[in-house]
């Protein structure tokens, strides 16, 4: 009778266990996303006609990077950071038509202090309005804006031990002033619940609005982190989740990763909405089987399961991006899509380049030519 009643109970743990796994692989599948809505979502922001370079320094030691864009009134308006041999400052950029930009200042500078983020502050566009060909305004929160960024008191490039901070301003964010800062990190790789992929450094974060607080939370955070590989070496970069309910207080939402490649880079997401669809822009780097860096996009219906297209939206293909073609910051504007990147060339010269839906010609931008500007 003991025996017989071990192996009904034995029974019965394994049929348990394999409903278990069942339901939470069958709660999975739900979220995703059909290869037929995926291509619509590709043909619809696809840009095939490379504009070339809209922004470069007059300074090749330094590395443009990182744009993001807003609007307000009839003019546009692109937050970027610079990186010059001593970290990161975050600056601004007006157009009046996508095209044609005129840098204005500095918006978080360096600080000659002992403050955490003394050498580096990465700044980038928090609560946009994220519908897609929508106003692209940068709304107000508590009668404030907002930026997340990553800081550090390390310097040179992506150096030390990198975390996120806040930032915010009352006053008009289109304007050039240095914006005010918390003092203290939200998310560091020092934090004691601090995930195994996240406890190298931290990178670039994305901060999206979202009032059916569809995770819970009305405001949710996207980062790219390096950490530990399962077998504990230094891994790759990967994009993880953390939420809000007030912008100043932010808390880790998963153990894992939301999106994986396992080598290389998968980093830097931003967020529109597409209807009932959050479509996520991120970058891949180093994986197997592909060359330099490019852009891609993955879509989700509740934001913490993404299906990951498989075709690049931009890559390596010109002189002034033969390198690296990444980081993506992408807009529709009466019918037309402009898909904002970073482009590196083979001399390492950063700047941020366009590719549109429809031809708008050519640039007549162009980075100092490296051997030219060492003779100077």
């Not at 599948?29 to 059909?34: G, M, V």
């Not at 200042?105 to 060909?133: E, P």
């Not at 955070?221 to 993880?240: F, H, P, Q, V």
């Not at 890559?315 to 529709?332: M, Q, T, W």
Request: aromatic share 14%.
């Amino acid at each position: 009778m003991l025996k017989m009643f071990l192996k009904k109970k034995i029974v019965l743990i394994c049929f348990f266990a394999l409903t278990g796994l069942c339901t939470t692989a069958q709660d999975s599948l739900q979220f995703i996303i059909s290869q037929t809505k995926m291509e619509e979502i590709y043909n619809e922001v696809k840009t095939p006609y490379k504009y070339g370079l809209v922004m470069v320094t007059n300074d090749n030691s330094k590395k443009m990077d990182c744009p993001s864009i807003f609007k307000k009134g009839n003019h546009w308006y692109m937050v970027y950071i610079i990186y010059d041999g001593r970290g990161y400052e975050t600056w601004l950029a007006e157009s009046k038509n996508l095209l044609d930009w005129e840098t204005k200042g500095k918006l978080m500078s360096f600080s000659d202090t002992t403050q955490w983020d003394n050498n580096q502050k990465a700044g980038y566009i928090a609560l946009q309005d994220n519908k897609w060909g929508g106003s692209y305004a940068w709304p107000k929160f508590n009668g404030r804006y907002w930026m997340s960024y990553f800081g550090g008191n390390t310097r040179g490039y992506e150096a030390g031990k990198l975390s996120i901070g806040i930032a915010y301003t009352e006053k008009d964010p289109a304007t050039v002033q240095e914006w005010k800062r918390l003092g203290h990190s939200v998310l560091s790789p020092l934090d004691s619940n601090v995930r195994w992929w996240e406890n190298h450094t931290i990178y670039k974060s994305s901060v999206v609005n979202d009032p059916a607080k569809t995770t819970g939370y009305p405001f949710v955070m996207y980062y790219n982190a390096n950490g530990d590989s399962l077998d504990k070496k230094r891994g790759a970069e990967r994009i993880g989740m953390a939420v809000s309910d007030d912008m100043l207080h932010w808390k880790r939402f998963l153990n894992d990763p939301v999106l994986n490649h396992h080598v290389g880079i998968t980093g830097d997401m931003v967020i529109q909405k597409m209807g009932n669809v959050w479509v996520g822009f991120y970058f891949g780097a180093f994986w197997k089987n592909t060359h330099g860096a490019f852009n891609r996009f993955a879509a989700s219906t509740d934001l913490v399961h993404w299906t990951e297209y498989d075709k690049n939206l931009i890559e390596p293909s010109e002189p002034y991006d033969e390198v690296f073609a990444h980081k993506s910051c992408v807009i529709k504007y009466k019918g037309v899509v402009y898909h904002y990147y970073c482009a590196v060339n083979k001399n390492q010269q950063r700047g941020i380049a366009v590719a549109t839906s429809v031809d708008k010609g050519k640039s007549k931008i162009e980075f100092i030519p490296y051997e030219k500007k060492r003779k100077q």
